[in-house]
């Protein structure tokens, strides 16, 4: 039997001595000596393969494949399979029972959305039976997740309460497992909240964004000091009762805000270990939001900003072992590109993408009628993609990025090299805390 070397083999670091070789397909992080990298980047010329070293090894951790197989198509057939799996056994909606928020922030893409009073009990009641029904009609289901999403879902704590408990009590009698998440701004996040979502609505975790430090926070939220003060007291009271991740939200004006803010939550406030955070790029969207594009960062440049953050981190901060992520292989581009996973708006409408929501033209349903199988709807299960895409070793990692973005807009050239940039960058750092036996593995991102 004749063998290849994968093409979704990259070299990430290499010196006299060692290779370290990423595989984008498979996720494997492999240190090779000289002789075994040569063996396995010259695989096709072998004619006893199975006689090298570790073979066996090699080959199911991705690294080698069969000679006949195409590996691109072989990643497109993975696609489309989550794309139309019609009875997953996992299956997860992403709910907005409001739009209305109490902060407004510059940023946000729903600021010029139309803002409906949200989930009423007959509302809540609708996006049930809408449930209920996908439920039934699948019988391999095992596990149920809804993560809610706004405008600030905690302005609807008392519906969330309601309908959770209502929605636990339908999956016990099922043998299903439910779960939530929520992502808030943390001002209405109070102790006794966080215990009752916990024990009453199977929430696990929360995702609270943050902007910066006091001065800067109130200028991109357009809120109080005392908000900021309240938000920070919030996220102290919850830490030993949610998982709490902090989404640092980063453009040109204001990172140098964002790593005081990280010492301060991480050293002042004594949070390592409680809290996970990460950064975030700040995106302009056309027509939604009040923030200039000019103070966005390109793909590259906020890559490179990326790795700055996790040296500042590490080396400033001495915070070695903190924990990060980089782009590990994917089955599908997005979750929301599977058929069966929803967005639910306010007034029971359906869309494909949490960044639709409140656009009237990106509706593909709503919870009475199902799905209206329209066009605009059709472009998420698709896979797309560009010759580039066909030749690029780092494709199983990103599909693209952004499916909705990559309909617009196609390729960005600048995302390219971005995720590239940061994918070799931060995959280096993984190899000096694994050589340094640092454990610095994140684990699932909520």
Known sequence: MKYKASKYNVLIDNNDENYYLYNTYSGSLCKFNKKQYEEIINMAENKTPEAVDNFNDILSQGFVVDNRIDEFNRVIQKQYIAAFD???????????????????????????????????????????????????????????????????????????????????????????????????????????????????????????????????????????????????????????ILNVQIRLNANKQNYESIKHLAKFLLIDCELYKKIRLYLAELKFFEGYTSMSKSVCFESVNFAKVKIDFLNYIKNELKLYDFKFMYNKPKVISCGLCKMENYVIGPECELYRCEHHVGRSEEVVGDCVVGRFFSNSEMRFFIPKYKNECKKCNFYPSCFCGCRSNFQLNGIDKDFCEGIKYELINSLKQKIADIENKINSDYGKKR
């Open 86 to 240: 019609y009875q997953p056994i996992k299956l997860g909606f992403v709910i907005a029972p409001t739009l209305k928020c109490n902060f407004k922030c510059v940023y946000c893409f729903e600021s010029q959305s139309c803002k409906s009073d949200g989930f009423s009990a007959e509302k809540i009641e609708t996006v049930l039976q809408f449930i209920i029904k996908k439920v039934e009609s699948n019988p391999q289901l095992k596990y149920l997740s809804v993560d809610w999403f706004g405008g600030e879902p905690m302005l609807k704590y008392n519906e969330i309460v309601d309908f959770s408990q209502k929605l636990i009590k339908y999956c016990e009698s099922k043998n299903i497992i439910y779960s939530a998440c929520m992502l808030t701004n943390g001002f209405l996040l109070t102790k006794k909240k966080a215990q009752v979502l916990k024990e009453k609505c199977n929430l696990t975790s929360v995702q609270i964004p943050l902007d910066g430090m006091k001065e800067t926070y109130c200028k991109f939220k357009q809120t109080t000091e005392k908000s900021f003060e309240k938000v920070i007291h919030n996220i102290i009271d919850i830490s030993d």
